[in-house]
């Protein structure tokens, strides 16, 4: 069965920083690429970052693009997303998920980011 399992969120201000690590199990994880995608309140999955199995060229939303960096450790079976000056339009839940859209699933249970002064 595959599990995913997020950590790392939390209430931040403006132009902080988190961590984020998604640790997968049940899957041969380094045989897939990842994604990380993100619900803000009351809207719907936003793509975020995307990391192939080799962790080469990864990929970002315009929106985070020169502040987040996604990285994979495959001996470690976890994924991350570094964020930086984080904005208060990041906060959300994010997901770490082997899905594409439209449904981006499998995905965990997510971890909560909150950006607020």
């Known amino acids: 069965e595959v599990q995913l399992v997020e950590s790392g969120g939390g209430l931040v201000q403006p132009g902080e920083s988190l961590r984020l690590s998604c640790a997968a199990s049940g899957f041969t994880f380094r045989d897939y690429d990842m994604n990380w995608v993100r619900q803000a309140p009351g809207k719907g999955l936003e793509w975020v970052s995307y990391?192939?199995?080799?962790?080469?060229?990864?990929g970002y939303a315009g929106s985070v693009k020169g502040r987040f960096t996604i990285s994979r450790d495959n001996a470690k079976n976890t994924l991350y997303l570094q964020m930086n000056s984080l904005k208060t339009e990041d906060t959300g839940v994010y997901y770490c998920t082997t899905g594409w859209h439209p449904t981006y699933t499998p995905r965990g249970q997510g971890t909560e980011v909150t950006v607020s002064s």
């Open positions: 990391i192939d199995i080799g962790g080469r060229s990864p």
